[in-house]
């Protein structure tokens, strides 16, 4: 029987390789803050799952790949903002 920890964790590693399929298939790029952000969402779930099945290895990739995709989110958007800057300015 699947526990709901489990459940939340095959979630987010669908999110995880729903995202980097995309990737890989042209339906996302790396600067999309959509692709950042589904692998946000699939690291919080994956490290919930693992708060009650501990894997101190697997905890730590993702404590790293949060924070990895976190900047990525940031850089997107702030390239994101200003090219939309430079479009409103006329530049």
Do not use: C
């Amino acid at each position: 029987m699947i526990t709901f920890p489990d459940f939340v964790g095959f979630v987010g590693v669908a999110f995880l390789l729903g995202a980097y399929g995309a990737l890989q298939l042209g339906r996302l790029k790396a600067d999309d803050p959509l692709y950042s952000i589904l692998n946000i969402i699939s690291v919080v779930l994956i490290a919930f799952s693992l708060l009650y099945a501990f894997n101190a290895a697997s905890m730590t990739i993702q404590i790293f790949w949060f924070f990895i995709s976190l900047y990525g989110l940031f850089k997107s958007l702030r390239a994101k903002r200003s090219k939309n800057e430079d479009h409103q300015s006329g530049g």
